[in-house]
C-alpha cells in the first residue's frame, strides 16, 4: 500500500491571533481576586486641599480603614484596619507595616502625619488576609506601600517591575518568586574556595609584620609598628572577607536575582572573628584541640555563613 501526499499552492486564510500582555500590577490584581485599594498621583492631589496629611487622605478613600487615639504614637492618631472581631485595647496602635520606596518606617504615625502629600507617586494597601502570604508575620495588621515620585521615575528609567519585589522589601527574599531553588552547594564551593585563598593572601601580608602563633601577645608592638600592625591585622580580616563574599555572590546569581554584597560580606566576619580569637587563644593556654576548632571556623564557618546570608538577602535583578 502506498501513500501519497500532495501539497497545495492555494492559501489558507487564518484566523488573526491576538496577543495579550500584562503588567506586573495587572497581574497581582488579577491574582487576588479582590477591590485593591490603590491610590495614584493625581487622585492624591485632587484631595490635598481638604487634607492636613496623608491620615485624612487615607481616612477619606478608603473605608476600611479607621483612625482612633493612641497613647504610643507620640501624639498622632492611629490609622489602622477596621476589624470588628479583634480585641484592642485602650491607647493601642495597630498600625500597618509601612513601607516608604522599599524601605520600612517603624513609627507610621509620626509618617502619616509629617510626609509631603505633592512627593507620594502612588498608596497601595494590602488587608492583612492578604498581606501576610508576600511579608510574612510583621504584617499581621496589613502592609501600606508608599512611592514617592522620584523613586518611582528611578525605577521606570531601569525598567523595574511597579514596585519592589515583595521579597526584597521584605528584608530576606522570597524564593517563591524564582522558577529554581537557591544554589547553596555551588555558593558554598565557591565560598569556601574564595575564603581559603583570602586566608592564604591575608595572612601572607599578616605574616610581613606578625606571626600567626603571636596573634594574641603582639597587638600593636611588631617589627611594622603600630599602624603597619593594625593594617596587618586589618588585611588578615577583610581579604578573607572579600574573598568569600564575591565569590558567593558570583556563584549565587540566577536569572532574577543576586546576593547582596554587604549582608554576606558582614556574616563572614562575623564568623571570621571567632576563629581569629580561638586561634590566638591556643597560644596561651596550650590546648591542641583549639586550634582544630579555630581552623574548622575559619574554613568551614565562613562560607557557611556566607551560603546563609546569600540565601536570605538578595536584589532582584529585573534581567
Not at 492618631?77 to 476589624?83: L, P
Not at 499581621?140 to 521615575?153: P, Y
Not at 565569590?247 to 546576593?259: L, P, Q, Y
Request: proline share 5%; net charge neutral; aromatic share 10%.
Amino acid at each position: 500500500m502506498a501513500v501519497r501526499i500532495a501539497l497545495g499552492s492555494e492559501a489558507i486564510e487564518l484566523d488573526p491571533v491576538v496577543v495579550t500582555a500584562r503588567g506586573e500590577r495587572e497581574r497581582r490584581n488579577r491574582g487576588r481576586g479582590v477591590r485593591i485599594n490603590e491610590l495614584t498621583a493625581d487622585e492624591i492631589e485632587t484631595l490635598i486641599p481638604t487634607s492636613r496629611n496623608l491620615a485624612d487622605v487615607l481616612q477619606q478613600t478608603i473605608p476600611s480603614l479607621r483612625s482612633v487615639p493612641s497613647t504610643v504614637a507620640n501624639g498622632y492618631n492611629c490609622i489602622e484596619f477596621r476589624n470588628p472581631a479583634t480585641i484592642r485595647f485602650a491607647g493601642d496602635c495597630r498600625s500597618p507595616m509601612t513601607l516608604v520606596d522599599g524601605i520600612r518606617m517603624f513609627d507610621p504615625p509620626t509618617l502619616f502625619s509629617t510626609i509631603d502629600l505633592n512627593s507620594i507617586s502612588r498608596i497601595e494597601l494590602i488587608p492583612p488576609a492578604e498581606a501576610g502570604a508576600e511579608y510574612g508575620s510583621d504584617s499581621a495588621f496589613g502592609v501600606l506601600v508608599i512611592e514617592t515620585k522620584s523613586f518611582s521615575t528611578e525605577r521606570a528609567r531601569n525598567g523595574a517591575q511597579d514596585r519592589p519585589m515583595p521579597g526584597e522589601l521584605a528584608g530576606t527574599w522570597n524564593w517563591d518568586l524564582e522558577g529554581s531553588s537557591h544554589p547553596s552547594t555551588r555558593v558554598f564551593l565557591y565560598s569556601f574556595l574564595g575564603n581559603a585563598a583570602g586566608l592564604a593572601a591575608g595572612l601572607a601580608l599578616a605574616r610581613q609584620c606578625v606571626e600567626f602563633d603571636r596573634l594574641a601577645v603582639d597587638v600593636f608592638n611588631s617589627s611594622c609598628g603600630r599602624w603597619g600592625t593594625f593594617g596587618a591585622r586589618s588585611a588578615a580580616l577583610s581579604i578573607p572577607v572579600f574573598g568569600a563574599s564575591a565569590a558567593a555572590r558570583f556563584a549565587g546569581r540566577t536569572d532574577f536575582s543576586h546576593g547582596r554584597f554587604w549582608p554576606t560580606a558582614l556574616a563572614a566576619g562575623v564568623a571570621l572573628l571567632p576563629g581569629y580569637a580561638i586561634a590566638s587563644s591556643s597560644t596561651v593556654d596550650g590546648f591542641q584541640g583549639t586550634t582544630w576548632i579555630s581552623r574548622f571556623i575559619l574554613l568551614f564557618g565562613v562560607p557557611a555563613a556566607t551560603t546563609l546570608a546569600d540565601y536570605m538577602y538578595r536584589r532582584f535583578d529585573g534581567s
